[in-house]
């Protein structure tokens, strides 16, 4: 009887190693990687299941093409999976804090629970765009930008530009040109959802939402210093 519950005990234990970091789970795909972030995207068909996987380090989730504009802060944790019950396909955006952050609290929504609200306004570059900023870190700012229909917004220029990751932005596109270039026709570039938009810190860029419902970003902020 020890012998065999032993054996059990052993193949526990090889189940529990066997979780693979998230990057290599099969139903998530890395699109963006920096020093400080690594963004998935998650998809999950009615009724699976991803394979068992783990987190190894603090991580924001938000789904993709709904009305939901609330982010979900997640710890580090243990090996499990994600099922979707419904019968429409799950798209997800995941992005793994690789970064240690520190001093996590709510801003304008309660994405910690339980904790006191912090709200207060984006900065001053920010003027005017329809920016919330919901959680933050002693170093980063997590916000959602809704554009209304046929509207633009200009990407606001920083020593370490933001990242804006398309969440229900299907009819929107950005013009791009380098800062102190003379005003001209530029490329548009067409945003789908999901996709992850970053400039350089020459650039200068404006977002436009050509279709008729507000087009929806998260919005990655980062301080401290550099890359």
């Known amino acids: 009887m020890k012998l065999i519950l032993a054996g059990l005990i052993a193949c526990g234990c ?6 693979m970091p998230a ?32 987190h190894d380090s603090n991580y924001v989730t ?12 997640l710890r580090a944790e243990a090996a499990h999976t994600d099922r979707n019950d419904s019968g429409s396909p799950m798209r997800e955006v995941v992005v793994e ?14 994405i910690l629970a339980g904790e006191y609200l912090h709200c207060h306004e984006p900065g001053a570059e920010w003027l005017g765009a329809n920016l919330q ?12 930008l809704q554009i209304a229909p046929n509207a633009s917004v200009a990407i606001p ?53 050509a279709g008729k419902s507000s087009a929806r970003f998260l919005v990655l902020e980062f301080g401290g210093a550099g890359e």
Request: hydrophobic share 40%.
């Open 14 to 19: 090889a189940a529990a190693q066997q979780a």
């Open 133 to 144: 900023v919901q959680f933050e870190t002693d170093s980063m700012h997590f916000g959602v």
């Open 97 to 110: 804090l690789v970064q240690r952050q520190t001093g996590a609290r709510n801003v304008c929504a309660e």
């Open 157 to 209: 220029p920083a020593d370490v530009p933001p990242l804006l990751i398309a969440l229900d932005a299907a009819e929107t596109e950005t013009l791009t040109r380098a800062n102190g270039a003379a005003v001209a026709p530029v490329p548009r570039r067409a945003v789908k959802n999901g996709d992850v938009l970053r400039w350089t810190a020459d650039q200068v860029s404006e977002i436009h939402n």
């Open 23 to 54: 990057a290599t789970e099969p139903h998530h795909h890395t699109v963006y990687e920096d020093s400080r972030v690594r963004i998935l995207a998650l998809e999950v068909e009615p009724h699976a299941s991803t394979l068992r996987h783990r």
């Open 62 to 73: 938000v789904l993709l093409g709904t009305a939901r504009s609330t982010l979900d802060f």
